[in-house]
């Protein structure tokens, strides 16, 4: 493995820092504060980052990305970090199933997702089903030229306004889940899709979550990604890409914090020291060190696996996720600390990342999910 980074991933790093710099976050109170992004100023900022030819960064050149390598967009991952959730959806970061489009989707569902003239949101989690994906209750009946999909999704991010939602339901009872589940893309304006309500939640303000019905909804047999029965494994092929990501995204909320630690302590005084002079200081600090090159090395492991196509990418995935979301949770909290009064004050970001990075324990499989998983993989091997 090599720890150099290329020169074009370098130059890659720094345009994406210098857009969160002077783009992303000028906006980022007032949205958290708000709870609330304006579609039209979103769909703006995507359409700079189109012009910069890194919108739908994880998608390959066949649906128009820009074909990076898995290291590359973990870089790209890790500075998104240092963002809000909602604002980091201005590089379009899209989701992994899409590769299982045939040619009539790409023209109607993929091509105006990536002019960003279109959102899509991706619905697996139900109320008694979230871990357990044996447990999904949304059925699919098969009709005449289509489907009829009935069943409630929740926790769904971003679909109170998109344009297409990507669903999992049950097409074959009978079946191991292998083969029981099938994938959907409904299209706004259906009937049968419903949203019931929007979450209040802790964190990711501006990134609202939503409760939605499927009732009696009718989808063609255009609207199947991939084959009937396929639905798991759809999933199953992309989802340690997202873990890798939501790792990636938690070492850059780490980063950001570090990097509003070093210079206070340094320049704020308590009893005639600076802080950075005191050693219960200087321990959290050094902690906090270690712990993020920890995270950081196992997602660059990871990466460099998947760009390998080695099958540890898997497991090492997992071990990335579990523990750099973590480890972002114990930065947050020490330099909440080492800030005293000043860090849980809203005007510094640091009760905001502290608020969002809880999430990242919970979503693309829970810290639970990643240790049975590692346990697994410990014990077998
Ligand atoms: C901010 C956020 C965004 C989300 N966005 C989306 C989205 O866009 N689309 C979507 O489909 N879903 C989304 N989700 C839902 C998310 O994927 C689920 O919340 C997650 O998979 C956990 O499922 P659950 O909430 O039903 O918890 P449960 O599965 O009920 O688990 C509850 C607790 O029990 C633990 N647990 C469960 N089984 C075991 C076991 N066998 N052994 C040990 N512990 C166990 C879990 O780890 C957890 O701690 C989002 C969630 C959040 C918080």
């Known amino acids: 493995m090599n720890f150099e980074l290329s020169s074009e991933n370098r130059l890659l790093a720094e345009t994406v820092?210098?857009?969160?710099?002077?783009?992303?976050?000028?906006?980022?109170?007032?949205?958290?504060?708000?709870?609330e992004i304006d579609p039209i100023v979103l769909q703006a900022l995507k359409k700079e980052v189109i012009a910069l030819g890194l919108f739908g960064y994880n998608m390959p050149q066949v649906l128009g990305g820009p074909e990076l390598s898995v290291a590359a967009q973990s870089m790209i991952d890790e500075e998104l970090g240092r963002t809000t959730m909602p604002l980091a959806e201005a590089f379009g970061h899209l989701p992994g199933s899409?590769?299982?489009?045939?040619?009539?989707?790409?023209?109607?569902?993929?091509?105006?997702?990536?002019?960003a003239d279109t959102t899509i949101a991706y619905a697996l989690t139900e109320p008694?089903?979230?871990?357990?994906?044996?447990?999904?209750?949304?059925?699919?009946?098969?009709?005449?030229?289509?489907?009829?999909?009935?069943?409630?999704?929740?926790?769904?991010?971003?679909?109170?306004?998109?344009?297409h939602l990507i669903v999992l339901a049950v097409t074959d009872s009978q079946a191991p889940l292998k083969s029981r589940l099938?994938?959907?893309?409904?299209?706004?304006?259906?009937?049968?899709?419903?949203?019931?309500?929007?979450?209040?939640?802790?964190?990711?303000?501006?990134?609202?979550?939503?409760?939605?019905?499927?009732?009696?909804?009718?989808?063609s047999d255009r609207q199947v990604l991939g084959q009937p029965g396929q639905g798991f494994l759809t999933m199953m092929a992309t989802i340690n890409n997202d873990r890798l990501m939501v790792a990636c995204k938690c070492v850059g909320i780490a980063q950001a914090?570090?990097?509003?630690?070093?210079?206070?302590?340094?320049?704020?005084?308590?009893?005639?020291?600076?802080?950075?002079?005191?050693?219960?200081?200087?321990?959290?600090?050094?902690?906090?060190?270690?712990?993020?090159?920890?995270?950081?090395?196992?997602?660059?492991?990871?990466?460099?696996?998947?760009?390998?196509?080695?099958?540890?990418?898997?497991?090492?995935?997992?071990?990335?996720?579990?523990?750099?979301?973590?480890?972002?949770?114990?930065?947050?909290?020490?330099?909440?600390?080492?800030?005293g009064g000043a860090g849980y004050m809203a005007d510094l970001p640091i009760e905001r990342f502290y608020r969002d990075v809880r999430a990242f324990r919970i979503g693309e499989g829970t810290s639970e999910m990643q240790r049975l998983q590692i346990a697994r993989h410990v014990i077998l091997n």
């Open 128 to 163: 008694a089903a979230g871990s357990d994906l044996s447990a999904i209750a949304t059925r699919a009946e098969k009709v005449a030229g289509g489907w009829r999909l009935n069943g409630t999704k929740h926790f769904i991010s971003a679909a109170e306004h998109a344009d």
């Open 98 to 115: 899409l590769r299982m489009v045939n040619d009539d989707q790409r023209e109607w569902l993929v091509k105006p997702l990536m002019r």
């Open 257 to 339: 914090l570090t990097d509003l630690a070093l210079p206070y302590v340094r320049q704020r005084k308590t009893f005639g020291s600076a802080l950075s002079e005191h050693q219960a200081i200087q321990f959290m600090l050094a902690d906090n060190d270690v712990e993020l090159d920890a995270a950081r090395l196992l997602t660059q492991k990871a990466a460099y696996l998947a760009d390998q196509k080695n099958t540890e990418f898997r497991i090492a995935a997992s071990r990335a996720k579990l523990y750099a979301s973590e480890m972002a949770g114990r930065v947050a909290d020490k330099v909440m600390q080492i800030f």
């Open 182 to 219: 099938t994938t959907f893309i409904i299209e706004r304006g259906n009937p049968g899709w419903k949203t019931l309500r929007r979450f209040r939640k802790m964190g990711w303000h501006g990134h609202p979550l939503s409760e939605l019905a499927l009732d009696d909804c009718f989808v």
């Open 17 to 35: 820092r210098r857009f969160i710099k002077e783009r992303l976050m000028p906006l980022e109170a007032a949205i958290d504060a708000a709870d």
